[in-house]
């Protein structure tokens, strides 16, 4: 069902309930078992200093890059506020039915990334865990909230760039770690992140079809105040800088491998049935994607210029 009326939250929810227990059903068929165990080394832990008398951690207890620490920190400290996620998209959704199952299930498996992530760092010592404890409480005591979690299709929208932002992040992070055991555990990290984006990608494109101008508007308005769920933590916009600088998250990247292929899987330039504002909102998506454009341009020349001052001339005299 197409319609130009616009649908009220309740609406919305009965529509894709349908949707949703379809890609629940595929995203239980698809999503493979694992265990965070089986990817820590935990032969490599000992005992920290404290009650048990152990070693205090040192900056030199592993060879992990600095900027892969940051981003190993991000990343953590994003899922650690769990707890605020669940709570919005639980209050969203609802409890019941297949929106409920989903929430739950997603819910579950957002934990047990986090669960990893903390134990292989606490045992490679990768982080001074009384820094992180302490950037944890601070940012699970903030919470979380973004200028859209009222609105179902708002929520849709910035979940299926954010999960396929998050995917990216973990994977990149990965490899600058030069681990392979990290490597392997932020891949199989992302993994779920993928079906996740999947997910949500799925619903929102079910949306178009039966609210296409509150699916646009609703896109239009999350890609123009766009931030990923970490912006809260504490110190963000250096990590963030970091982190790009290390061609880890980048604007690049942020447009063509999270707006533009997510854009191009709604197909929103020939979306039909638009309404005044779903044609503007449209109009405001294309000039988002030139604005990125440029924005990324600049960041690339930028960050090359940068490079190259601090690459020792070639020849210099010692």
């Not at 949707?19 to 965070?36: C, I, Y």
């Not at 200093?49 to 990343?75: C, H, K, Y």
């Not at 005591?141 to 929520?155: F, I, K, Q, R």
């Not at 766009?226 to 110190?235: D, H, L």
Request: with cysteine.
């Amino acid at each position: 069902m197409t319609t130009s009326a616009r649908l009220s939250q309740t609406a919305l929810l009965i529509e894709l309930e349908p949707v949703v227990e379809k890609n629940l059903n595929r995203h239980l068929s698809v999503a493979k078992e694992w265990f965070p165990h089986e990817y820590v080394p935990w032969s490599e832990g000992r005992t920290f200093d404290g009650p048990l008398g152990g070693e205090a951690w040192s900056p030199t207890d592993s060879t992990i890059p600095e900027v892969a620490r940051t981003a190993l920190i991000v990343n953590l400290l994003t899922e650690d506020n769990l707890p605020s996620y669940h709570h919005q998209i639980a209050t969203l959704f609802g409890p019941d039915g297949a929106w409920g199952h989903w929430v739950g299930r997603w819910t579950a498996e957002e934990g047990r990334h986090g669960t990893a992530i903390r134990d292989y760092l606490t045992v490679t010592r990768a982080v001074d865990p009384v820094a992180l404890e302490r950037a944890r409480m601070v940012h699970m005591t903030a919470g979380y909230t973004n200028a859209h979690d009222d609105d179902v299709l708002h929520s849709l929208a910035y979940v299926s760039f954010q999960e396929l932002a998050t995917r990216i992040s973990h994977r990149n992070t990965g490899r600058v770690t030069g681990d392979p055991n990290c490597e392997a555990l932020l891949a199989r990290v992302a993994a779920d992140e993928n079906l996740h984006m999947v997910f949500y990608r799925n619903l929102l494109a079910a949306a178009f079809e039966v609210a296409p101008s509150q699916a646009m508007r609703a896109v239009a308005d999350v890609l123009g105040d766009f931030s990923m769920p970490g912006v809260g933590i504490e110190g963000f916009a250096r990590k963030s800088v970091a982190i790009a600088l290390a061609g880890i998250y980048d604007l690049r990247q942020h447009r063509d491998d999270v707006v533009a292929p997510v854009l191009r899987q709604w197909d929103v330039f020939n979306v039909s049935g638009l309404d005044a504002d779903g044609e503007t909102a449209r109009d405001q998506i294309a000039a988002h994607l030139d604005t990125l454009e440029q924005q990324a341009s600049r960041f690339e020349e930028k960050r090359a210029a940068r490079a190259a001052r601090l690459t020792p001339t070639s020849g210099a005299s010692t």
